[in-house]
C-alpha cells in the first residue's frame, strides 16, 4: 500500500509531465550547494524517493487512524483545545520522517522542495486524513511567512522549530464581522517603546490553540478598509503565561479533528512581522498559496472517493453484474476520474508556475524580471480558478462516490460519506468559491481594461494543440471571451464597469450589478476551460490519458456554452427583486 506510487496519474506527472528543468536549477541555485542534489536527476530521484516513503505511511498509518480522529474530534478539557491521540500520533509519524515542511529552505531545518512537490506530498497525507492534513500545514504555512517577512532574529526563533514539528502555529484574520469582508476587521495593534500590545477578536482559527499566531491587524489609526493593516507575531505564552484566550473549539460536522478556535486578545504582546501597514499585501502571499492548497486538499479527497467508488462498484453486484458494469454507474465512475485528472492537472500546472516564479525571483537578473510578469500573470488568472474548481468540483466527486455506494454510503465505516462532510469546508474557507468568482472577474476585467482592444480579441487566451481536440478548447476560451465582452459592454457599459472594477463600486455599485451577478458563471466557464488547457497539456505519450481528456472537454464545452447563454441573456430577474 502506497499514496504515491499506486497513484497512476500522479506517477504520470512526475515521469512524463513536469517540466523540472524549467524549475528545479533556479530553486538549486545551479546545484551549487553541497547538501544538495547535484542535478535535475538527482533531485528527481530525491523527490520521489521522499514522496515513496511519504506515500507508504499515509496509507498504512495516516489513513488508518482517519476514522478514528473523525469519531473522537477535538475536546475542550481544562480550558485546554485537546486534539484527538491519533491526530497527535499522525503529526509524531511525520516528524519522525522529517516531513513537516518540506519546502522550507534546508538552512532554516526544511528540503527546499519545490511547491510541486510539496502539492503531491500534501495531496497524499490529505487522501489519508484531512485533520492530519491541515494541523501538518500550520507547520511550514506560518514557518514560510515568517521566513518570507521575518528579521533574522524572528527567523532564527520562529522557523526552525515549526519546520521541524516541535511547535505548530496559526493565521489569524477572520473575524466575528469581517469574514469575506476584510477590510471590516476591528482588531487593532499599537506600539510602546518598540513593543506591540494587540486588541480584539478572531474566529474560526485553524489551530488557534498553536504555539504562535500570526495576526492581521490595523495598526494605523484613523486607516481603513485594507488600508493600515499589518502583520504580527503572537506568542501564545508569555512568561510561561497565556498571551491570548483560547475559547472552544467549534462543534462542526465537517474537518472534525481539526481545531477551529475563536481568539480573544486583551493587550496580547506582539511583534510587527515585515513593514508597517503592509500586512494585507503580505497575507495575500500567503492566502495565494493557500488557495492553491485548498484545491490540493480538495485532490486528496477525490482521490480517496474515487478510489473508493470504483473499488466497491467492481465488488458490489446487482441485477447479476457488479455496479461497475451498468452503463450509468461505469459512466460517473469514468467522469469522476476525469474531473479528478482535469483538477490534478490545473493544481500541478499552478505549482509549477509558482516554482518557476519563486525560482526567477531568487535569481533577479534583468532578463529573468522580464519572464516575471507573464508568469505572475498566469498564476494570478488560474489561482481563483484552481481554488473554485478544486472545491466545487471535489463536493460534486465526493458526493458521487456517496452515490455509487448506495445505502452503505451513508454508513460511516466506509469511509466515503467523511469525505463529503469534509468536502462541504473547501468552498468556505480561504475565500468562499463567490469570493474566488469576483477576484477572477475583477482580475479579467482589469487585464482586458489595461489594453481595452482585448476585449475584441478576447482577454482569455489557451495554449491548444492544432486538432480538434484543440479547437474544442480554442471554443471554451472563445465562448468566454463573448460571455464576458457581453457583461461589460452590452450589459454594463464600459466606462461603469471600468470605474467600479478598479476601486469606485460603491459609486456605480447598480450599473456593476449585472457583472457581479454572472461572475459564478463566468468564474466557472474560465475554470473548466482552464482546467481542460492544462489536462490537454498533460497527456503526451499516454492515449488512456487522452482519451479521459477528449471526454472532459466535449463534456465540459456544452456547460460552458450554457452558463454563457444565461450570462448573455441578460436575464435581470434577481436584480429586480433587489431594487429597492
Ligand atoms: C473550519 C474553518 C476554518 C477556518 N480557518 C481559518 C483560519 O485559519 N484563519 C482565518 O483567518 N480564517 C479562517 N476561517 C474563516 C473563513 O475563511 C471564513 O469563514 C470565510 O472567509 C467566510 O467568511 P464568513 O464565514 O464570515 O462568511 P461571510 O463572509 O459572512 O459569507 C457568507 C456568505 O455570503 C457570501 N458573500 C459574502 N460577501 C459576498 C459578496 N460581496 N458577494 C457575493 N457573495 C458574498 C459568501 O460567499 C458566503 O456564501 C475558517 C473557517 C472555517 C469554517
Redesign the pocket.
Known sequence: MNFFTDNEDLQHHFKHAIAWESFVPLWEDGFANPDGPKDVAEARELYEASLGALGEFAAKEIAGRALLIDEQGVAFRDGQVVHPEALLQNIEGLRRLGAMALCVPREHGGYNFPMTVGAAATELIARACNNTMLLHAFHQGPALMVMRFGTPEQIARWVRPLAEGRISG?????EPD????VGNLRTTAVSEDGRWRINGR??????GCGDMCVVLARTEQGASGLDGLSLLIAPRLENGRENYKVAKP?K?F??RG?A?CELAFDDSRAELLGPRGAGFAEILTFMNESRVAVAVQGLGLSQAAFHAAREYAERRVQMGRPIARHELVADILLDMEAELQAMRALVLRCAQLHDRIIGLTRRRSAGEARELEPLKRALRDRTPLVKWFGAERTLWITRAAVQVHGGYGVVQEYQVERHYRDAL?LP????????QA?MSLKDQVKWAFARPWRLFTGPARVEATQDTLGDALREMAAEYNRALRSVIVESVGLSGVLAALVGKAEADRERLAYA?LSAERLCAMLAYTRAAEALLGSVAGSSQRRRLAERFIHRSLPLVRMHGEIVRSGDLDTLEGLRP
Do not use: C, H, P, R
Request: hydrophobic residues 40%; charged residues 15%.
Open positions: 496559526a493565521v489569524a484574520m477572520t469581517a469574514g469575506s469582508d478572531k474566529q474560526f482559527i485553524t489551530n467549534e462542526k465537517t474537518i481539526s477551529t469546508i468556505i474557507y480561504e475565500g468562499t468559491s463567490q469570493m469576483l457581479l
